[in-house]
């Protein structure tokens, strides 16, 4: 019989690790042994760039066939923040009054145990399974996020693994377990603009060129421009202004620069391409006009994008609503995930705890919680496999 591990027991001991990003500490080690006691072959995937330190990730596999069912997850965390606004030590793993404390436990330590707890339970049961289950768990999704999932990725499409559906267990849940599904995400662009004019008195505007008077008509501009109206997937775009500053340090000084930053989460009606022009037609022809040069840049960070529900999203949502007793909401809404990479060589969905407390202090789940989610993962792993 091969040995069963426990949800809780696993999430403890994750949480016990301080992976706070990039840091690793032996968590996805811990991850690794565990999965080899199960028969898992385990490849351990380390990547860096000039910038950044060694990110540990793996991907783990059993069985040889197809289809090859994946579940992905990231064991590093968010910072406890203030340690002395916490109730209990960030990384103890305390119980208290039915839930688990410690930073990891939501987002998604607890989903990692969850998954393994319900796949060792899995071959416990049903050793002669047609198929494989692998795992892709990473290291560096809290912060930059180029040398975990990505990478794997990349590596994964060189070996051409294929991997025939990717579960992510991110907490999708916002209050209670069973609410929602993910089955998209928005994507996400910032743009920096910095208007170049010419420095001054305040008294002798005609002598200078004030670059703020044109970044206050574009923003207001684009902020006031209504990009879509949004459809049965996906909430409409939206763009939220998060900085602005002028160079001038003196309340008399007209400024000779004037910058903002602004981040758009833009749906499938849109591109990294479409929104630029955009952006830089609004941007060029009200500096032209004020008589500014404008400078403009970007960051990419993710494309929209969706899973068409089929076959094995209705399987889980069969799943879903046995256990909790709800239907969950097929939902594209929140930040991004590793889920944007992922999306390249398999069809996923996210579906993992109750996410109320994640990246502040306090983070917890309940224990039923736990003992819900790994009955959901092992059945959704029972009805694939069927
Ligand atoms: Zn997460």
Redesign the pocket.
């Known amino acids: 019989m091969a040995k069963v591990i426990n949800e809780l027991s696993l999430t403890k001991e994750l949480i016990k690790i301080p992976s706070v990003t990039p840091i690793d500490g032996g968590a996805i080690a811990l991850v690794a042994r565990h999965l080899k006691s199960l028969g898992f072959k385990c490849t351990m995937l380390e990547f860096k760039d000039k910038n950044t330190p060694t990110i540990k990730n793996l991907y783990a596999r059993i069985g040889k066939t197809s289809p090859n069912f994946c579940f992905a997850g ?1 064991t590093d965390v968010v910072p406890a923040g203030n340690i002395k606004a916490w109730d209990v030590g960030p990384f103890s793993g305390v119980v208290k009054n039915g839930k688990i404390y410690g930073r990891g436990t939501s ?2 330590k607890g989903g990692i145990a969850c998954f393994i707890a319900a796949v060792s339970e899995f071959l416990n049961d049903k050793k002669k399974f047609k198929g494989s289950i692998s795992f892709i768990i990473t290291g560096d ?2 912060s930059v996020a180029i040398n975990g999932t990505k990478k794997v990725v990349d590596y994964l499409k060189k070996k051409k693994e294929k991997i025939d559906f990717c579960l992510v267990g ?1 907490p999708s849940n916002r209050k209670v377990m069973g609410q929602m599904m993910k089955i998209g995400r928005r994507g996400s662009i910032t743009t920096y603009v910095t208007l170049s004019g010419t420095q001054g008195h305040v008294a002798y505007p005609h002598e200078a060129c004030n670059p703020s008077t044109p970044l206050i008509k574009i923003l207001d501009k684009l902020k006031s421009m209504v990009l879509d109206k949004g459809n049965a997937n996906f909430q409409p775009s939206n763009l939220e202004i998060t900085k602005m500053a002028t160079d001038s340090n003196a309340d008399n000084v007209i400024p000779s620069t004037a910058s903002a930053t602004f981040n758009i989460r833009f749906n499938n009606k849109h591109s990294y391409a479409s929104l630029k022009k955009k952006i830089s037609s609004v941007t060029q022809s009200i500096a032209n006009k004020y008589k500014c040069k404008a400078n403009i840049e970007y960051s990419e960070t993710g494309v929209a994008f969706i899973t068409k529900p089929g076959k094995t999203i209705q399987l889980m949502s069969k799943v879903i609503k046995q256990i909790t007793n709800k239907t969950p909401v097929l939902s594209t809404t929140g930040g991004t ?1 590793d889920a944007r990479f992922i999306k390249d060589i398999a069809p996923c969905v996210e579906f993992g705890l109750v996410g109320n407390t994640m990246h502040k202090v306090n983070e917890c789940v309940a224990v039923s919680d736990l003992k819900k989610l790994k009955k959901i993962y092992y059945k959704i792993l029972e009805s694939y496999f069927h």
């Open positions: 990231h987002d998604m999704e809290e991110e995930s």
